[in-house]
């Protein structure tokens, strides 16, 4: 009998062995089952679960990828408060430093700039490696005009491994160095910003 697993091979022992079984007071016990254990359905169930999980998986990463696309679509409309409940809903999807750095930006749209850099210092708490939010906060700090502030974290910004606009935070380092009139070293990181991205035509 198949149980689970499991086959079942009920008795082995032929009448002549019958013996073995009696118990003290020769009465014949009953003769235990014997279990085969079924490899090819244990890995058969094995591969099935982990295929489920991964087309979970799967599934949650195009609800990200679609409410984040919803997201950039509204902010382009400058439909700031749509915005917000798109990246929220795919922050509920994946919580990961992209997605808080832009819920950050539209607190920042919005006026919120306790909120925005709250945010930001989550982000960068999680992935100390993703550039943007560096920048994000430096850029907030700058328009406080807390601008020596607004420098260290452009420069964090600068070497931060993951950041596929390099140029803004050069950029927005020379805009800082330009409010305290050190033009040298605006230009400076001008130069750098438009190697990186020769095509800007505001560079």
């Known amino acids: 009998r198949v149980v689970g ?4 091979i009920e008795g082995g022992l032929r009448e002549e062995d019958e013996d073995l079984l009696q118990d003290e007071d020769g009465e014949i016990v009953k003769q235990p089952n014997l279990y085969q254990l079924d490899i090819a359905r244990v890995l058969s169930t094995t591969m099935n679960q ?3 999980l991964l087309g979970l998986e799967a599934k949650r990463e195009e609800k990200y990828e679609f ?5 950039h679509k509204h ?3 400058k439909e700031n408060h749509e915005a917000l409940e798109a990246f929220e809903k795919a922050r509920s999807y994946r919580n990961n ?3 808080i750095t832009l819920i950050a930006w539209i607190y920042s749209l919005l006026e919120v700039t306790e909120k925005a850099k709250s945010l930001c210092l989550e982000a960068i708490t ?4 993703y550039g943007p939010p560096y920048n994000d906060l ?3 700090l700058l328009n406080e005009g807390q601008l020596e502030e607004s420098i260290k974290w452009f420069e964090l910004a600068k070497s931060a491994p993951k950041y596929q606009n390099r140029e803004y935070p050069f950029l927005n380092l020379g805009r800082a160095y330009m409010m305290v009139k050190n033009y040298p070293k605006a230009m400076n990181e001008f130069k750098h910003a438009l190697e990186l991205c020769p095509d800007n035509a505001e560079l």
């Not at 697993?5 to 079942?8: S, Y």
Request: net charge negative; proline share 4%.
């Open 5 to 8: 697993h499991f086959t079942v």
């Open 50 to 52: 982990k295929s489920s």
């Open 67 to 71: 409410f984040l696309a919803e997201g």
């Open 75 to 77: 902010a382009y409309k």
């Open 97 to 99: 430093s992209e997605i």
């Open 126 to 129: 999680l992935d100390p490696d």
């Open 138 to 140: 430096g850029s907030l």
